[in-house]
């Protein structure tokens, strides 16, 4: 943004214009060119199956290296 408008602003200002925009950080104007919708559900099946988080949350445990008494 500086370059092309040579305006600076901070994140929490980019953001807010974003916002008022109705735009987002997070969501791109158009789908990517490569995307394959058909190559999506067995991906979803198979590979994330395989990578996405269980859902539970690590035992606690203590960052000391000593034993407890």
């Known amino acids: ?3 092309k408008f040579h305006i600076s602003y901070s994140v ?3 953001t807010r214009l974003l916002h008022r ?3 987002s ?3 791109p104007a158009l789908p ?3 995307r394959d919708e058909k ?3 067995p ?3 198979v590979t994330w199956r395989e ?3 269980s859902g539970r949350r690590p035992a606690r445990s203590s960052a000391s290296r000593t034993k407890r008494a």
Request: with cysteine.
């Open 1 to 3: 943004m500086g370059r």
């Open 12 to 14: 929490c200002g980019v």
């Open 21 to 23: 925009t109705g735009s």
């Open 25 to 27: 950080v997070q969501m």
């Open 32 to 34: 990517a060119a490569e």
């Open 39 to 41: 190559a999506i559900p």
């Open 43 to 45: 991906w979803r099946e």
């Open 51 to 53: 990578v996405k988080p």
